[in-house]
Antibody
Framework: QVQLVQSGAEVKKSGASVKVSCKAS????????LHWVRQVPGQGLEWMGW????????KYSENLQGRVAFTWDLSANTVYMELSSLKSEDTAIYYC??????????????WGQGTTVNVSS | IQLTQSPSSLSASVGDRVTITCRAS??????LAWYQQTPGKAPKLLIF???TLQGGVSSRFSGSGSGTDFSLTISSLQPEDFATYFC?????????FGQGTRLEIK
């Protein structure tokens, strides 16, 4: 069964960093690109960035440029999103989502369950 | 590219036919997807390429449009369809989402 399983909820102080994991099962994570999307509860979806492990390419939202980084561990079939210099407005649910289709950008066909990150001052 | 959905919220009854629209700030061809999100859950892909139904999704969902104007139609609402719906443009980076349409039971 193809699925993405994310790490658990995090509570962080302003200025700290958070690292969220996204473990793929049912397929090799290198075979598909991945997006990261976040959502303030009750609000819309904000695209954070994209990674293609196959060629090592990444794209980041201009809003987060310099604070966000994507990494991966092929042996664990897992990707990671690290967000630094946290602010209260970074409080949100963070999702990883697999990119389907055969080009990029493309639709997101498999989503992780979400990781809640709460940033307090 | 900005996406504007309308309405922002909608009340309807089981069995109703409803249509949600999504307008792009510039032409995006057919590079549009629709997602359904229920409370506490991740979004679920319904439609991609504006009108292609994702595998396993009920045929009561349909999508249409191209260029700047798109729509999602649910032919006969079922209880499990009451959720929030988002459109998503994948014509170019940065990809963007509509603000969402909340579909509530009347």
């Amino acid at each position: 069964q193809v699925q993405l399983v994310q790490s658990g909820a995090e509570v962080k102080k302003s200025g700290a960093s958070v690292k969220v994991s996204c473990k793929a099962s049912g397929y090799p994570v290198i075979n598909y690109a991945l997006h990261w999307v976040r959502q303030v509860p009750g609000q819309g979806l904000e695209w954070m960035g994209w990674m293609n492990i196959g060629d090592g390419d990444t794209k980041y939202s201009e809003n987060l440029q310099g604070r966000v980084a994507f990494t991966w561990d092929l042996s664990a079939n897992t990707v990671y999103m690290e967000l630094s210099s946290l602010k209260s407005e970074d409080t949100a649910i963070y999702y990883c989502a697999r990119e389907g289709g055969s080009w990029s950008p493309d639709y997101m066909d498999v989503w992780g369950q979400g990781t809640t990150v709460n940033v307090s001052s | 590219i900005q996406l504007t959905q309308s309405p922002s919220s909608l009340s309807a009854s089981v069995g109703d036919r409803v249509t949600i629209t999504c307008r792009a700030s510039q032409a995006i061809g057919s590079y549009l997807a629709w997602y359904q999100q229920t409370p506490g859950k991740a979004p679920k892909l319904l439609i991609f390429a504006a009108s292609t139904l994702q595998g396993g999704v009920s045929s009561r969902f349909s999508g249409s449009g191209s260029g700047t104007d798109f729509s999602l139609t649910i032919s006969s609402l079922q209880p499990e369809d009451f959720a929030t719906y988002f459109c998503h443009q994948l014509q170019s980076y940065p990809v963007t989402f509509g603000q969402g349409t909340r579909l509530e039971i009347k």
